[in-house]
């Protein structure tokens, strides 16, 4: 769209005009005064030529008065100074689905919002630089020129419209901090203290003070300061929630109205500052800089997500933490632990890599063949869980976070010394892991395959689905290492999955519930009711990453075949029994196969990249939590290379006590 000049601006000029076209009118001006959008003092020199222009002409100088007083008849400005850059709404998915809406569906000058018309009127980043950067001479004359009579006696308009706005948004805040979601949240000084019930008074008090005639400094002073006070005891009050949050879960729609609540007392004193500055036009300028960031923020999905789901985040990761303390060994007697418990978990898979064949036998449809494989995963791992082995692969998602809790203070002498050994200590659980896996499911799964040639003459799979097998495990085959590190994005996600369901079941106290709710304590005693509250407390979260994991394994492929993405899972311990399984089935011929030894030198790699990709976003993951800059994460990076020059072994065996 080509934007129009100044002359035919001025020319256009019309008060009588319709709404949408006066607003294309306003709508325009602002653009010409963006120009290139690259430099602020090219804009600010736009307003002056601006200026200019109209000040050089009395008769347009009479039009664009004429039109300021209809734009403020017909638009309620006081919006946008108590409202602009807040949500309407108190819940975080309804303002999600409302900003997608915007961001989809074109706005219209044709409207009485003014909310809405700020948008279109100031849509670039480049509005709060420009805005900011307008010298006290330039405002001045703006003011002068816009000038228009109050609808209360002894102020101005931009002073009326400003006492509305801090009670607008005063009355918001009054909303929130009487909910009963945040109230019973609240510390107990807090709910005594009551800071929310005496905030329309103060507010009142202020607005009288200030349209006195004649008006008392010393009295508009100690209005001010009262409101700010009881501001910063609002305040105060609604930050003694978040202590609630940390220590009985995450809900991300408290966090929205949190920040909300916080933004609004922000707000307020802005427009304090503005209503009580001494130079006005300044002020002005500064708070319509900060509504045009706050815009900005307002249609931005990403940084909905980032601000309140931060603290999911790093709850998530901090309960992945808690979990993955369990999976790293730091000395030999741990690490000879974890290679019989990774055995166990190996032996277990042999029975879910004859139950898959089983499933696949039986000629069932896609989806319930993927349905009934999902459950067979599923009831696998959870079995794996509750027998206290260990399966390789799900221990980076859920030992990157704490290996990241390391990171809450790098300003400590032996922070970074610390996080390298963490890392060294994972990459050898993991080595121990592995080859438990590994070492223990091949001889189970050759065995089963043995006893079932001995007891039917037939072994596991037939040479045709032993063909199969090789051709999926093949390293030259281009999916092979692709959908290994899918299967690492699903192992990642299972650990999300722990996280947030852990956090859930806190965060509704459901162990309590399960310890003391009449009904289930009639059921099943009170003895028995405190156990099962400690066991689903303590197993809650493997629960969630086992099963999840387990359905997407099984029931993710076809659901992604079926529109047209051929990802499978590759999983280095599922994959080893199935080449073992294929192997049993050529019996010693297999030697003679270099279809088999592409598949052996692919296992390695498969096993690294289910690691490292499922570890590699866990981390990056709790890092962003625990707000770790790129600077740290460099010295991060140079410590653990460091340490694997100098001590390559203390990465595979431990060196501490036998």
Known sequence: MTTPTLSSLLDALDADAPLAQRHLWLIGLLDWVRGNKLSPEDSVARIQRFLDAVQARPELQDRLRQWWR???????????????????????????????????????????????????????????????ALDERSLQRIGDLLSSPSRTPGVTLWQDELLQAIAFCSSQILAAGVASELRLRMSLEARQLQPFNGLSADVEALRQAFIATPREMPELEAAAARLRQRLELCRQ?????????????????????????????????????????????????????????????????????RANASMLAAKVTERSAETGEHYITRDRAEYRGMLAKAAGGGAATSLT??????????????????????????????????????????????????????????????????????????????????????????PCVLLISAGMQWASGKPMISKAEADHVFQTLHLLTPSTLLFAAFTGVLLFTASLIAGAVENWFVLHRLDSALRYNP????????????????????????????????????LLPPVLAFVGLGLEARHVTLSTGQLSAAAAAYGLQVWKLSAFWWCVAAIPLIGFLNLTVSFYLALQLALGAHSVNTYDRQRLRSAVWQRLRRHPLSFLWPRGKA
């Open 70 to 132: 209809m734009l403020a008849d017909t638009v309620d400005s006081t919006m946008v100074l108590s409202d602009h850059g807040f949500s309407p709404r108190t819940a975080f998915f309804s303002e999600f689905v409302d900003r997608l809406r915007c961001k989809i569906l074109p706005g219209t000058p044709e409207t009485t919002d003014a909310g809405e018309l700020f948008g279109l009127a100031l849509p670039s980043k480049v509005d709060a630089a420009w805005l900011s």
């Open 237 to 305: 009050a609604a930050a003694s929630v978040y202590p609630h949050l940390n220590d009985h879960g995450i809900s991300v729609n408290l966090v929205f109205i949190l920040r909300q609540l916080r933004e609004r007392v922000l707000r307020v004193r802005d427009l304090m500052d503005c209503l009580l500055s001494s130079t006005p036009e300044a002020s002005a300028a500064r708070l319509l800089s900060r509504l045009s960031v706050a815009g900005q923020e307002r249609r931005s999905l990403r940084s909905l997500v």
């Open 353 to 442: 890599t004859l139950l898959k064949f089983l499933i696949g036998a039986v000629g069932l449809t896609a989806f319930w063949a993927g349905m009934w494989s999902g459950v067979m995963y599923a009831a696998s791992f959870v079995l794996i869980q509750l027998a206290h082995w260990t399966l390789a692969t799900k221990q980076p998602a859920m030992t990157a976070p704490a290996m990241a809790a390391k990171l809450k203070d790098l300003g400590a002498t032996r922070a970074i010394e610390d996080f390298v050994d963490e890392v060294t200590h994972l990459v050898r659980s993991q080595v121990a892991a592995v080859l438990g896996n590994v070492g223990m499911v091949t």
């Open 519 to 554: 009904r289930i304590t009639a059921v099943l005693g009170a003895a028995r009711a405190d156990r099962w509250a400690n066991f689903m407390r303590e197993h809650i979260s493997g629960f969630a990453s086992n099963i999840s994991l387990g359905f997407m394994l099984g």
